[in-house]
């Protein structure tokens, strides 16, 4: 169903294009890294509230931006409504998770195939259990090597809960991230293409306190940023 409100760039104020594919990573500076390894000649499209983003031309010759969408699902809605409302017609979050299934090590990436409610702003846009991804996008990314599987958004990093990462895994997650089910949401809503890879940044299940080294880590978000554009490639 249609939101009866029509959002407007109040937040993002754009200074370049924007591209109608857009990967959106929540790091403003995982955003600056990818574009600069993705774009030629990046423009800054945003910096207002420290939500980076850049457009440029993609190895495809079409652009692309990268547009960072902050911590949490209520500034990924905020992001991706504004978005939406500028022209963005195809997004695909770039992120990290904590992995829960032992089968995930450090670096693995993951492509969202079903993503569990467990976060406020997702369940205020209305969803009931899970929440699934444009399936053409899903393939794309599985196809350039992310493994399929559920994953879950929650609003806590740093979760006090006892037992909840197991009724998660008892639910069929893999990985626990924050802000794909709220992406995800927003884009049905609105009637635009959505999905979501991301890398496995920490192990959370059995092993707790495991995490990337930040060299690691800023390979992850390139790695990320090389499917998500995979996806969203335009081939002949």
């Not at 978005?83 to 032992?102: F, K, N, P, Q």
Request: hydrophobic share 45%; with cysteine; aromatic share 4%.
């Amino acid at each position: 169903m249609p939101l009866k409100h029509e959002p407007r760039p109040i937040h993002l104020r754009p200074a370049a294009d924007l591209a109608e594919r857009v990967l959106l990573p929540g790091d403003p500076h995982r955003a600056l890294a990818v574009a600069q390894h993705l774009l030629d000649g990046p423009k800054m499209f945003n910096h207002t509230r420290g939500l980076w983003g850049y457009t440029g031309v993609a190895a495809d010759g079409e652009l692309l931006t990268i547009q960072s969408t902050g911590m949490g699902g209520p500034s990924a809605a905020i992001v991706v409504e504004e978005l939406i409302a500028l022209g963005a017609r195809r997004l695909v979050r770039i992120g990290t998770c904590g992995a829960l299934d032992a089968d995930l090590d450090l670096g693995d990436l993951v492509a969202a195939e079903s993503v569990l409610s467990a976060d406020g702003t997702s369940a205020a846009l209305g969803a009931n259990g899970a929440v699934a991804p444009d399936a053409v996008l899903l393939a794309r990314l599985v196809d350039a090597g992310a493994r399929p599987g559920t994953v879950v958004s929650s609003d806590l990093f740093y979760d006090p809960r006892e037992g909840q990462l197991r009724l998660w895994m008892d639910r069929g997650a893999v990985a626990v991230e924050m802000e794909a089910a709220t992406i995800f949401l927003v884009a049905a809503r609105r009637g635009v293409e959505a999905a979501c890879v991301l890398g496995v940044s920490d192990v959370v299940g059995e092993e707790r306190g495991l995490r990337a080294e930040p060299e690691q880590l800023e390979a992850i978000g390139l790695r990320v940023g090389e499917v998500g554009y995979a996806a969203v490639e335009l081939r002949q």
